[in-house]
């Protein structure tokens, strides 16, 4: 690889360190590339990245970032996973660990938080923004249509006492 892409490549990866909301470190030793397909197609619909790079130029891509505390991580061959949503790359990621034990989760990083493996699948665990969103949605509907529900009853049934007051006195 020449410096100049070198060079962008250290760029490309500062930038994604200081902009992703989570990122997933791995070792990947003896993944086929059918299998590392396979999980950049599957992050890719989640919205995440998986990038493989040189640990020498992540490590320069490290420098400045709050993600600093994960260097240590890149050793060996290893790839990372990132995405702006949380829970979704180590999701993905813990997911994938568990169908190809070659697929090894070291850790990450949170914002400013550095994880070990165990943090990252605590946090695979959680459901995602999107399934928070729907849960909290729903919670917000239900009391709505409740409370419709209950005002409208007394109508309804003032509604029908009076239809049956007229129709008693058109039948008589």
């Known amino acids: 690889m020449e410096r100049a892409n070198k060079s962008m490549l250290v760029t490309s990866l500062n930038t994604v360190f200081k902009t992703a909301g989570v990122i997933v470190v ?8 059918n299998q590392v397909l396979d999980l950049r197609n599957k992050m890719a619909a989640a919205g995440a990245t998986v990038r493989v790079a040189k640990n020498s130029l992540v490590k320069l891509a490290l420098d400045g970032t709050d993600a600093k505390g994960i260097s240590g991580l890149f050793t060996g061959p290893t790839m ?3 995405g702006n949503d949380p829970v979704t790359a180590p999701k993905i ?9 070659k697929f090894v989760i070291l850790g990450g990083q949170l914002g400013i938080t550095t994880m070990d ?9 959680l459901p995602s923004l999107n399934e928070l ?10 009391p709505a249509t409740r409370i419709a529900s ?12 009076l239809n049956a007051y007229a129709t008693k006195d058109e039948a008589a």
């Open 150 to 161: 209950v005002v409208a009853a007394p109508a309804s049934q003032l509604a029908r006492v």
């Open 117 to 125: 493996a165990n943090a990252v699948k605590a946090l695979a665990s």
């Open 133 to 142: 969103r729907g849960r909290l949605i729903g919670m917000l509907q239900t």
């Open 26 to 33: 791995a070792h990947n030793k003896g993944l086929t590339a």
């Open 93 to 101: 990621a813990a997911e994938f660990a568990k169908g190809n034990e």
């Open 80 to 82: 990372i996973a990132y």
